[in-house]
Each structure stands twice: as C-alpha cells, then as structure tokens.
C-alpha cells in the first residue's frame, strides 16, 4: 500500500509573515466554577499580571456563563473560606463580590466570563478563549481534553473504548465549530494521568493533532515509570506511527499548567505558571491564534524562550531568547528512515525518537540529512524552574515537529 518518499517541508518563521507576533497563552487551569481552589477572578488576575496574553479558563464540564453560587465553609480542605471571600472583597471592594445566605449557609455568587471579560479583556491585550475541559472516561481510564473557542457547553460522549471516547469527544468539537460557523480546536490532556491513554490512542487521533507533552499537575506523570513511557517518548512513537502506517499527519505538543491550586504557592501544589504556549499569530483573537496552532506555528514552554524558529528543506534554526549566565543545550530528536534491510521494497525505520543532535551553540542550528521523518527540537536551560512539576526540573521549550521525509500512499 505504500510508499514513495516525498519533501514535506514546514516552513515557520522568517520572512514571509512578519507581521506576526508571538503570544503567551496558557490553554488549561481550573477555578472555583469546577475543582480549582480560586475565584474566577483572582485566577484571570494572575494571568493577567504574569505577563500573559490570552487565558483559556477549562473547568470540568461547565462553563462559566450561568448564575451560580458556591458555599461558603470554614472547615480543612474548604475551597472557599470567609477568610478567602474578605481577601477578594480586600482586593476588589464590597461592591465586586456578592454574597448571600440560604438556610443559614452563606454562599458566594462565582463571576461569569463574561464578567471577566469586562474586567481584564483589552484589545491586542489581554484575550480570553472560552473553553472546557471535557471530563469523560472509559472504565477506569480518564480522558480529559479540552474544548477551545466554544458557544456553549458540550458533553462528553463517551464511548466503547478509550480510543472510541477520544474520537468522539474530539468530533464533538469538531461538530461544535461545524454548527457555530466558528473554529474551535481541541487538545488531548495529560495522557499519563491515572495511566488512562497510550501511545497507539494518542497516535490515532483523527481531526485534531494536539497533545499535552508537558502538563504542570502534581499527579500526571508526565516523565511514565518503569513501566509506562513518559509523554516524550509517546510524542515520538506516536508521531512515528501517524507518518507512517496510519498517514494522519503531525502531532503537536503544549505546554499547560492545569492550576488548581491558586492559594498554596509556590511549593508542593498544582500551581499556575509551570507550563504555557507561545503562538505565533497575526494578532490577538480566538481565530488567529487557532489558526495559528493549526498550522504549528507555536512553541510550548517551561521557562525558557525562543525568538525565532527557522526551517527550509535543508535545515531547522532555533534562535534562543538567551538570558546572561545562563546555558542552553538544544537536543534534535527524530526518527530516521532506513535503507531497505528486510528487501520488502519499502523503506525500514530507524530508532524511534533518536536524539539526532544536541548543541549548545545559540542559534542552534541542525542540517536534515534527509532520511528523518521528522525532526523535533527539545532545548533545556540550565536554569532550575523556579515551582517545578518534578523536583530537579529544568526549564525548558519544546519546538514542534518539522517534517523532512514523509511517506505517502
Ligand atoms: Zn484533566
Ligand atoms: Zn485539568
């Protein structure tokens, strides 16, 4: 059924677009509408003052657009306690926080979007996406993704396996934008979390091409165990697979921080700002840095930034945002394609996700020899990151695939 070589050269940054800029977003964290610990407002805030562009709110299955009013408890484990409500009157006056009692209980009205919207969203800004993370699950695997740009709320579908409820949560998404006329895109979350998804579910991904390579909650295992591979080695045998035997095209990867804790900083929580993307869009709004995305035009990060990323047929350039003192090495990964060993005509595959390269010179720079499928660039600071996921992490970007040689039917 297969297979003739062919150049399939991505080409990001330089000259043609150069009136885009690059935006930081992070596409995933909680508030008090689902699990998160923080008042909508008090977590956009923080976004908003740590140098971001665009926020995607994603709580589990809901969005924040109804009246709803969360209980008031001073107990161990309270989300919301009167100390935290006077802490967001102190912050924002009496006026800006509701409150009320019902049979004896007091309760805090949570502020909608559309609400924060008025209070934080500036043209070319500050953006907010609306978005959901849909929360489904087969047996005990939990799959998660999340849903951006939406109109309103969608369901998890479920389905007969955990590839089936993938599928069908990402047609959701998929349909939702159909229906609304709008773009949406979805992302498949944290595949290592209560070990829920494999390599093979995560290759076979139809309509959609996202996945979170680094995810910034205490419990999600980004780097496996010894018996479950981490989120980087899944990137590679995934991508392997979509570019050969199942011809689906790339897989990109971001970074997020899932936040849920908004109080417990910096140490031993799930805090905001572990992890983020940058996109490189026209400007800012929903439809340019989806569009963005699509294309692969982004990078995802832990700390470290990039000012450029280069790639023609013959080499990918990587233009570090260096700060003084600090080292960076820079690690090509790919996977190669091999001469012919087994005489079926078809061309033999190298090691999955070889580290082809790795240089600390900025820009760092690696020439295609041509048999990759893909490259791939990982750059490590040796700067620690200051609220890590795992302790002895290091900041770092992951650059998304490039691909060199692909197959075709
Ligand atoms: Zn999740
Ligand atoms: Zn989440």
Redesign the pocket.
Known sequence: MRRTLILLPLVLGSTACTTNHWYKGNT?T?TLWSDGDGAPELVAQWYVEHGYDFLVL?DHNILSNTDRWFPVVDAPNSRLTSERVDDLIARYGPDHVQTREVDGKRQMRLHTLDELRAQYEKKGQFLFIQGE?ITDHFNNAPV?LNGMNLVDLIKPRGGASVRDVIQNDIDAVIEHGHEHNRPTLAHV?HPNFGWGLTIDDIAHIRGENFFEVYNG?RSVNNYGDKTHPGTEQMWDAALTQRLTELDLGPLFGLATD?AHNHYQLPEGHSNPGRGWIMVRARSLDAESILDAMHRGDFYASSGVTLNKIESDPHKLTIHIDAEPGVAYTTRFVGTRLKADANGDGQPDLGDVGEVLDETMSNPATYEFAGDELYVRAVIISSKPHPNPFAKGDHQMAWVQPIMVAATTR
Do not use: A, G, M, T
């Open positions: 995933h909680h994603s993370e998660h979350n909650h899932d």
